[in-house]
């Protein structure tokens, strides 16, 4: 038993009655992580066994012991050695509270060994750092679309030193997108952060040389494209989104659907004729948006703003026929006729020169303006062409000229195709 005693490395006598083993005690401990024991029938067979274990602890190891005791200053831990492994209590000052939750008599904890045995010292453990070597071997096999949370520590002059789990981090002040770092008192912004988590990007992560590198800009995009493809995979055609007008192009307006951006086409932005997109839309508007097209490939997503309203030539079908008069505002006029739009309707129709009067008329600006508004006849409907022919001759002489005034009239080319 002395020699049992010994091996252990402590006078128990001289120590908390507590601490003294019993043989049953020094027996799981010999046994804890030992090959087969079967063929060992004596004492001395044990404490050779246990000698030739001890003899594998080594620096860096990572290993696995109960909590024995804990005093105001340190964590013993039975590590199946012949001396219990000493944790320093200020050890777990910066750990998890999850970790902290678990350091009580009887818990097992992961340790790291930072000594073996030195002149009959105990092993000095580290739970801190095993739980950061654990962190490091986590950051170092992330993907590439992965995300991590870091806590604000610090400020520096180039940036945010933040806490990953156990391990510290820096993400550079060009990386920082939750305040604006373009100012001449750079760090009196970034300390707003301090003690707050930030969602971050590994850029570079190697536990050899201690150098972990982090982006909070890089993590927005990777968000950014999480939402776009979670949206591209649930939206369906017809869907109606509201959303923001972020900017008013020549050719169209793009529109931000919950940090995802989409885009209406000139020809999508109402059913009447329009010049430019700012005659309907401005930077700012919210506003529903109808899902036109979507380009999974491309990642884009065309709207309509004018298929949330009735198609107009429906509703000219349903309430007007031909004879029927109606009031129109010139709105074009041509060497053949004049343009006109019905007041009531976004729908141009045409009025040939040989209806603008009864009599002979040698060019349209003789009888009407543009801007002018008249009242005209309906004289031909063709829905299924989107043609409406306009009078504003007598009954009598339009139906003369009729087959004369089949001039074909141009025809707004449906652009559909997301730019």
Avoid: C
């Avoid at 750092?129 to 520590?153: P, T």
């Avoid at 950014?224 to 900017?247: A, C, F, P, Y």
Wanted: without cysteine.
């Amino acid at each position: 038993m002395e020699r049992v005693a010994f091996a252990y490395g402590r006078d128990y006598n001289m120590r908390d009655p507590r601490h003294k083993p019993t043989v049953e005690i020094l027996v799981k401990r010999v046994k804890k992580g030992m090959p087969d024991t079967s063929t060992i029938t004596s004492m001395e067979q044990w404490l050779d066994l246990v000698e030739s274990q001890l003899s594998e602890l080594s620096e860096g190891q990572i290993i696995e012991g109960v909590i024995t005791h804990i005093t105001p200053n340190e964590i013993l831990v039975d590590i199946g050695a012949k001396q219990e492994g000493i944790v320093p209590l200020s050890d777990i000052e910066w750990v998890d509270e999850s970790i902290k939750a678990n350091i009580k008599e009887g818990a097992t904890v992961r340790a790291y060994v930072m000594r073996t045995f030195e002149d009959d010292e105990p092993p000095l453990l580290s739970i801190s750092r095993a739980a950061q070597e654990k962190d490091w071997q986590w950051l170092e096999n992330l993907s590439d679309d992965e995300l991590v949370e870091g806590r604000v520590a610090e400020v520096n002059k180039g940036g945010l030193i933040v806490y990953v789990g156990m391990v510290r981090g820096f993400v550079p002040a060009s990386h920082v997108v939750s305040v604006n770092t373009k100012v001449p008192d750079r760090q009196a912004v970034l300390r707003q952060l301090l003690g707050k988590t930030l969602t971050l990007k590994v850029l570079e992560a190697d536990s050899k040389d201690n150098r972990l590198i982090l982006s909070e800009r890089e993590a927005k995009k990777e968000e950014l494209q999480r939402r776009k493809r979670h949206m591209l995979e649930s939206l369906q055609v017809g869907d109606v989104l509201r959303g923001r007008i972020t900017n008013v192009v020549d050719f169209g307006a793009f529109v931000d659907l919950d940090g995802v951006d989409g885009m209406i086409h000139i020809s999508e932005l109402s059913w009447d004729r329009i010049e430019h997109p700012s005659e309907v839309v401005k930077v700012g508007d919210e506003l529903d948006v109808y899902v036109l097209k979507i380009d999974h490939k491309r990642e884009r997503i065309g709207l309509s703003l004018k298929r949330l309203h009735p198609e107009p030539w429906e509703q000219l079908v349903e309430k007007y026929q031909v004879g029927d008069e109606v009031d129109v505002i010139i709105t074009r006029l041509a060497e053949f006729g004049a343009f006109a739009r019905l007041v009531d309707l976004p729908v141009e129709g045409l009025i040939h020169i040989s209806e603008l009067a009864d009599g002979h008329v040698a060019q349209p600006q003789d009888v009407v303006q543009e801007g002018q508004q008249v009242r005209a006849r309906i004289v031909r409907i063709e829905s299924d062409r989107k043609r409406l022919g306009l009078s504003l001759a007598s009954q009598t002489n339009s139906i003369i000229n009729d087959e004369q005034s089949d001039i074909t009239q141009p025809e707004d080319e449906e652009t559909n195709e997301i730019q």
